[in-house]
């Protein structure tokens, strides 16, 4: 049973077969332009660029934001390092905050450094510490969860700061303030994922979202290798081969018409899960908030009283009965090339890492699946931990 892997039917299989049979399998695939469509209509926003990866789109979208050598970027600890490897990139510097209990940005905290940390001088918010200019705030969509930072964005407006989404693990989730909004459709910027992991997939691939023509086009020119003339070949700067491919894009076309059920069989097996460990006091489930509309992507189950050691003894347990699971992502502040950049007060990040463990979460669980590890997982607490559950 596996954590979460792509489903690939006949249906994907007559879609690829199509765009073979057309020739039209590179970058300038009309699979492309439909594609991208589809996704400014599930988004609703103006425009989308599709992209070979997530972390492409994470990258072009701080390059178009203005992140370089000169500025920092505002990042949460818990994520996958994806999230902030692009801001090494770009030769700017990552501050790291701490999540909430939804492991996402703790906002309040971001507000907060703001107002004590930071002076806004020409236009420009700057970090006291470093004298650097804060240029962007990512906020993450953790596990498909919906990170609700509208009072952030109005801070944010008032001391020029853009707003990047990572929503790689979030299409098909939501906030609401007024109405709906997709995640990625609120900041200046958006970024989704299609790995093979993600709810839908087009093998490897990405996107960048928004409702800015500017940035919009300056993402299709720099994804496509910033070319000013293409019969002189002329290029004024430096561009990326960052757009998707033909045959990622008939993929993507087809699993996007499955989105809606994949996420209701999710939903059923998130609530199976909940179900399982609703009178337990000492393991819990991570519940998805129903105040929005999310993904259900992925389960995360954490255990109090119980030493990260034996998580790992649980693990390798459960991998004998072939149940996969998996840590959480290591907070990037104790990852080796990031550590010695600026963090602010992380605690929750690392207490999740050594409490949490992902769980069995793809689309073909039955509730009996379910069952049968969350028997396994109890099992094994009561005799290794001589604990009640
Ligand atoms: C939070 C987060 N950000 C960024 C990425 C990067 O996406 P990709 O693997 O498509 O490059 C991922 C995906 O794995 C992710 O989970």
Redesign the pocket.
């Known amino acids: 049973m596996k954590l979460s892997i792509p489903h690939i039917d006949i249906q994907d299989i007559k879609s690829i077969d199509k765009v073979l049979k057309s020739g039209w399998i590179s970058t300038s695939s009309k699979s492309i332009n439909i594609f991208e469509k589809k996704i400014s209509n599930l988004c609703e926003t103006k425009y989308s660029v599709a992209l070979n990866?997530?972390?492409?789109?994470?990258h072009l979208g701080l390059k178009i934001l203005g992140v370089d050598k000169n500025t920092e970027v505002i990042v949460p600890s818990l994520?996958?390092i994806?999230?902030v490897n692009p801001i090494i990139y770009l030769g700017a510097k990552p501050i790291i905050f701490d999540v909430d209990e939804n492991h996402n940005l703790k906002i309040q905290d971001v507000i907060n450094f703001l107002k004590k940390n930071t002076i806004f001088k020409n236009k420009k918010t700057i970090n006291k510490k470093t004298n650097k200019t804060i240029k962007v705030i990512i906020v993450?969509h953790?596990w498909g969860r919906s990170c609700n930072f509208y009072n952030l964005k109005k801070i944010c407006k008032k001391r020029n700061i853009s707003i990047l989404e990572?929503a790689?693990?979030a299409v098909g989730s939501y906030i609401k303030k007024v109405k709906y909004q997709h995640c990625g459709s609120i900041g200046d910027i958006g970024?989704l994922?299609?790995?093979a992991?993600?709810i839908i997939t087009t093998g490897?691939?990405?996107a960048i979202i928004t409702n800015n023509r500017t940035f919009y086009e300056k993402a299709q020119f720099l994804a496509n290798q910033a070319k000013n003339d293409s019969f002189n070949y002329i290029h004024n700067e430096c561009g990326y081969n960052y757009k998707m491919n033909g045959i990622s894009a008939a993929l993507g076309i087809s699993q996007l018409t499955k989105l809606k059920k994949k996420i209701n069989l999710r939903k059923k097996i998130h609530q199976r899960y909940l179900f399982n460990f609703k009178n337990s006091k000492n393991i819990k489930i991570l519940p998805y908030d129903p105040k929005y509309r999310t993904n259900y992507w992925i389960n995360i189950i954490f255990f109090k009283n119980f030493s990260l050691k034996k998580i790992y003894n649980l693990s390798l347990f459960l991998l004998k009965k072939k149940i996969e699971t998996r840590r959480i992502?290591r907070p990037v502040h104790l990852q080796n090339h990031i550590k010695r950049f600026q963090n602010f007060k992380i605690v929750n990040a690392e207490k999740f890492y050594n409490s949490c463990l992902c769980l069995p979460s793809e689309d073909n669980l039955s509730n009996s699946d379910v069952d049968k590890i969350c028997n396994y997982i109890k099992k094994f607490y009561e005799i290794s931990n001589n604990n009640k559950l």
């Open positions: 990866s997530g972390t492409s789109a994470i994520t996958f994806a999230t993450t953790m990572d790689a693990e970024c994922s299609f790995n992991n993600k490897s691939g990405g992502w």
